[in-house]
């Protein structure tokens, strides 16, 4: 059963190469396999959920420990990694169905599926490497291939927003490598779990090196001060590759790593818990407020992503503000659920908006609110999906943004923070404002300009992509129930939080 | 572009050879004395570059050059991950890139396992690919079309 | 100890070079120069006192050698470093042919 960890890294660059390798002789072979690929990886992580309980470690190269200290490679699987594998495999792969007929724009069309099959290695490598080194190293994979897909069109605003982007990644990445740098120095291992009984609590160096993280991975994940880069480049990249960033990309090697570095290998501070709260918070607030001036649908967009990134950091940092206080340990757990739950419904959601302004860019060949109107009449799969994707981001039952939202916004209650429920109450009424100006402009309660009258429904494989997409937020809201709960949330909440299960089982095993 | 005078072509005769050997010496040594494949396949790929430079660019013998360079990067990475599973079926713990050849004596040149082989693979891969993209930036800017 | 504020030095003028320059080209180069400060600060956090090149020869047995960890480390880090310094160039030279200029202030399509 271990020897399964490693698939996840060798089938997508092993794809990647063989069809960079067979796509000059045979045609077209770049888009079976990537779909190929990721179903598998997508079947095999449902299955790891259901049937493989237990954390599953795996060193390469068969090193054992020497002295009881890890000096081997380590992969991990956890409960934490296998909602992040989840959302990877599952959003991968509907992406990909969608971007069959998408890229036929594009002529330099085979390149497009090595470099996504070349990110989602990286995105899949960090998920779940188990040192800090190869972290790095799988981060770059996965920056570097998104850098070269956002200007893929080769169109004066993607290159540009392709530069912007790369220069604030570079900085980022550097600083990173930098705290690498100073945690090496002081406790000599890269090991996550060694570092953990390893680094001095608390000191002065350690709140140096956990602000270098958060200021370097922020840049990753597009936090407050740290989110300039993101509107221009998830607005002008190719869609389906928008839906990947915005979707997948800022959560994998954003998010994902902030949470496990500060639950699992620094100890607990209330100032730094404090601080990502408070950065989570200003997210939600900048984000929602720049979002309602925008004209432009995937500039909107990705301003909603700012802030809806906010919401997921909101939820965990309570539960990080609650755990560094020494407070109540079931309203932790409850808050770092809600959180978790709220990342898996965002991908899915603005996944599927960014799938759907892409539908219609195609169809009509613009962007601007203001030149659009009455679709609903020619594109009707589109506003239903479309319809669908803005209620649950709005927070309206039954839809899975609904839950996931009441569940933050109760453990806020509970915590005692009553400003922090408010403001996110206020966020949310904002974030429907803005998307019932989408529905309206651009599909509802104007006439069809003239010059777009003759305009059809998207193709099939961005049809059927968008609807299954649209079927699963209405079934992502079943996750609420308490069997599915304990099947797919409570591992998660238990390796985050509670007496650092991986550590125990990575140094005991 | 153009290529630079017959001094410099004729010392590039010379010379570019000589410097592709001293890069296969630093590859093949790649264990036993500091540098390995990555830094061998740069000098290879400086050798191939100075022969460009020195002689001018010719458009379509570079890009017949450009597509079985495509050809030989992915084959050396392909090479690299397939050496990395032939642990998982070859070894005795059964484990992915464990080492499954005889280590030597230290000190031989067929020594430790398959690390020559991954030296060797890795410096294909990064000669061609320093060569790609010293062919897509200077050679291909003919290629691109203004925009509209 | 003067060694790894002389790194941290080098990384505030590799930072001066992006933030303030108008060039394409010189802020790429200040990016370069960031890249070398930290590569630096990894190698110089694994001296050990009178260590020689840690490779394994059949006479050097029982020698002191310096920490190989952060040479493997800074080698990887090199490759990424030229991947990305490719990137950049490859993005700069198309947008060069683009607007026709290397000036940041001309280049200015994306608003809001």
Known sequence: ???????????????????????????????????????????????LIVYVPETLIYRVGGFEDINSIPIAIYMMIDGFTKILLLVISLVGFLVALYSISYTKQYTAEPKFYILFLLM?????????????????????IAAIASYALVAFGIEKHQLEASFKYQVLGCVGSMLILMGIGFIYWQTGTLNVADIATQLPAAGPYTKFVSVLFIVGFGLKAAMFPFHAWLPDAH?????????????VLIKAIGIYVIFRLFFNMFALSP???????VLGILSMLVGVLLAIGQWDIKRLLAYHSISQIGYVVLGVGIGMILLANDGDKAIAAFSIMGGLFHLINHSFFKGLLFLNSGAIETATGTRNMKKLGGLSEKMPVTTAT???????IS???????????????????????????????????????????????????????????????????????????????????????????????SPAVEALMGASPPINSLMGY | MKGMSIIVQKICQIVAPVIFLFGIYIVIHGHLTPGGGFAGGVIMAGAFIFQIISYGSDLPKLQKKEFSLEILESSGILGFLIIACLGLLFSTVGIFFANFLPTGKIGELVSAGYIPLANIVVAAEVSAAISLIFLAMIVFKEEISDDR | MILYILCFVLFMVGLYGVLVKRNLIKIIIGLAIIEYSVFLFLILIGYVKDGTAPILNSEAEGAIFVDPLPQAMVLTAIVIGLATTAMLLSIAIRLYRKYGTFDIREIRSLKG
């Not at chain 1, 399964?4 to 660059?13: A, C, E, F, N, R």
């Not at chain 1, 960090?126 to 981060?139: A, Q, T």
């Not at chain 1, 479309?386 to 649950?392: E, I």
């Open chain 1, 386 to 392: 479309t319809f669908s994707a803005s209620m649950a």
């Open chain 1, 120 to 140: 989602m290695t990286g995105m899949f490598g960090m998920v779940i490497s188990g040192d800090i080194f190869n972290m790095y190293v799988y981060l770059e």
């Open chain 1, 235 to 247: 607005s002008s990249a190719p869609s389906p590759i928008s839906a990947m960033l915005s979707g």
């Open chain 1, 395 to 489: 927070g309206i039952p039954p839809f899975n943004g609904f839950f996931s939202k009441l569940i933050i916004i109760i453990a806020a209650v509970q915590a005692g923070f009553y400003w922090l429920a408010f403001i996110a109450v206020i966020v949310s009424i904002i974030t429907l404002a803005s998307f019932t100006k989408v529905m309206r402009y651009t599909f509802y309660n104007k006439k069809l300009p003239e010059r777009l009258s003759k305009i059809k429904e998207s193709p099939f494989a961005m049809a059927l992509s968008m609807s299954i997409m649209a079927v699963l937020c209405l079934a992502f809201s079943l996750l609420v129930i308490p069997e599915f709960r304990e099947i797919v949330f």
């Open chain 1, 271 to 277: 100032q730094i818990a404090m601080a990502i709260t």
């Open chain 1, 1 to 47: 059963m271990n020897n399964l960890v490693p698939l996840y890294i060798v089938v997508p660059l092993g794809f990647a190469l063989l069809s960079a390798i067979l796509g000059k002789f045979i045609r077209d072979i770049g888009k079976y396999l990537l779909n190929i690929g990721l179903l598998f990886l997508t079947i095999l992580t449902i299955y």
